[in-house]
């Protein structure tokens, strides 16, 4: 398989590079300087929108159960749903950007997450702020794109540093938001989060608007797969809420098993529509490669093991004053929120710096080891606040930092080069699914308030972790492309 990837939008002036120079980190010469740093920062800006409604909300969910009258099984689809949409999004809107461009998807998605947003803000039912967050959900998207412009503009030599600096935001930015997230809610309400989410999301735009380029050409000549993506969306839609209700609905009732028959449904329509398709949604023919399903299944199983602990179990259980430890929504959120945040921001440039000389599969797998490792003592000693505090300060480093890096830059790099948006957006998906997945497999047991649901929640994650260990023991790096040609992958 050719290891280099589409510079659609790299510019006539660069030229060709060879597949062991260029290999899907961009070309042999790029934007370096000021105009490497601007396109960076711009970026960052557009990250943070979406960042700051994936954990500025987070504090703010037992708030919101109690403002509108809702339980915390209820009120944890507030998160599971926004992920949900990210996964469609992700997919869909990372596949299209390689037939009309990057910053044209990029900007419409800003569009769309500020109407949510608007929404949000003002909706007086919780099936209307639900609505507000499928929209916001859709700038996951924000993510994957923001990964292929880096690949496409960037020297090679600054990628996986600068890929570093935009994936430090995905685990939160600073844990200031977390933590402010939690200061509104106690002393404004939860709606004041919303309304800070939406004059980020403005000054996003116009950053996007003012300095991401025009793509000069599509990388992609053919033309977008509408019936595949909708094909694939339902597919995701069905089988996020069949595991959402399984556990509390029960896997034998006539709803969750009508939501299991819509996803294979949807499955086999994928698959029938993509065999026929000159420009595929994704091409079938790597899915089967080792290259591709386990690093997706990898991040899935991830985001469901570890972010479940992280973003809703912990919290929960720092907030519940009968079992837990009984703190506000800011002190939580500085407690548990802000230090993983804080350190990832260190630490995801440097595990890009380290997976371009180490290999990103290497250190993709440590990440790994070391995250369960972590959750394993959090799940044998829940009720100590300073235990719990240490490690999930210490996944700041594991998660933050060595995982969502090599993850996402994998996504890139591993990329087919007749696609280029393809696999970002399915491990985008992969993301989103796993989040909303782990939350709703592990809600139920939260929502029962005792030490024992605390304890089955986080030792479900555990278990799922130790999977996603041993699937990414399955990926192959694609030669020569981890490392932009130094280490070819060390897998």
Do not use: K
């Not at 592990?442 to 799922?464: E, N």
Request: glycine fraction near 12%.
């Amino acid at each position: 398989m050719e290891a280099t990837t589409s510079r659609a939008e790299a510019g006539a002036t660069t030229p060709a590079a060879s597949p062991a120079s260029d290999a899907a980190t961009g070309p042999a010469t790029g934007l370096v300087g000021r105009q490497a740093a601007a396109l960076v920062g711009s970026l960052l800006v557009a990250v943070i929108a979406f960042q700051l409604g994936a954990s500025m909300v987070t504090p703010a969910l037992p708030a919101m159960a109690d403002t509108l009258g809702v339980g915390a099984d209820d009120v944890a689809a507030v998160s599971s749903y926004f992920f949900l949409a990210g996964a469609v999004a992700g997919v869909v809107l990372s596949r299209w950007s390689d037939y009309v461009g990057r910053r044209r998807v990029m900007l419409l998605t800003l569009a769309i997450m500020l109407t949510g947003t608007l929404v949000c803000l003002l909706a007086p039912s919780l099936p209307l702020l639900l609505a507000g967050r499928v929209m916001q959900g859709t700038s996951s998207a924000l993510f994957q794109l923001s990964y292929i412009i880096l690949s496409e503009r960037l020297a090679a030599r600054a990628f996986g540093t600068a890929l570093g600096v935009v994936t430090a935001i995905n685990g939160g930015v600073g844990g200031v938001d977390g933590y402010l997230g939690g200061l509104l809610t106690d002393r404004f309400g939860y709606r004041s989060v919303f309304l800070v989410i939406l004059l980020v999301g403005a000054v996003a735009l116009v950053c996007v608007v003012r300095v991401v380029p025009r793509t000069l050409r599509p990388a992609d000549a053919g033309s977008m797969d509408w019936w595949g993506a909708a094909a694939l969306s339902i597919t995701l839609v069905c089988l996020t809420l069949a595991v959402d209700a399984g556990p509390s609905r029960g896997w034998a009732a006539p709803g969750t098993l009508g939501l299991v028959a819509g996803a294979v449904a949807g499955a086999a329509c994928f698959w029938a529509v993509e065999r026929r398709r000159a420009s595929p949604l994704f091409p079938l023919q790597h899915l089967r490669s080792r290259e591709v399903w386990p690093l997706v299944l990898t991040t899935l199983l991830t985001l469901s093991g570890v972010f479940a602990v992280i973003n809703f179990t912990v919290v929960m259980l720092s907030q519940d004053e009968t079992v837990g430890f009984g703190m506000s929504a800011s002190v939580s959120a500085l407690a548990f929120l802000a230090p993983p945040a804080l350190i990832g921001l260190f630490a995801a440039p440097l595990s890009g710096w380290l997976a371009g000389r180490r290999g990103w599969v290497v250190v993709l797998r440590w990440g790994l080891a070391l995250c369960l490792a972590l959750l394993v003592v959090v799940a044998l000693v829940p009720t100590d606040p300073w235990v719990v505090l240490a490690m999930i300060a210490c996944l700041g480093v594991t998660y933050n930092g060595l995982f969502l890096t090599t993850a996402n830059g994998l996504g890139v790099l591993q990329s087919p080069s007749d696609a280029p948006g393809a696999l970002p957006g399915l491990n985008s998906s992969a993301f989103g699914i796993g989040a909303g997945l782990g939350i709703g497999m592990v809600a139920p047991f939260v929502a029962q308030g005792t030490l024992g649901g605390y304890t089955t929640a986080l030792w479900i994650s555990v278990a799922i972790t130790g999977l996603a260990l041993l699937v990414s023991l399955l990926l192959v790096a694609r030669p020569a492309a981890a490392t932009g040609g130094e280490a070819g992958g060390r897998a």
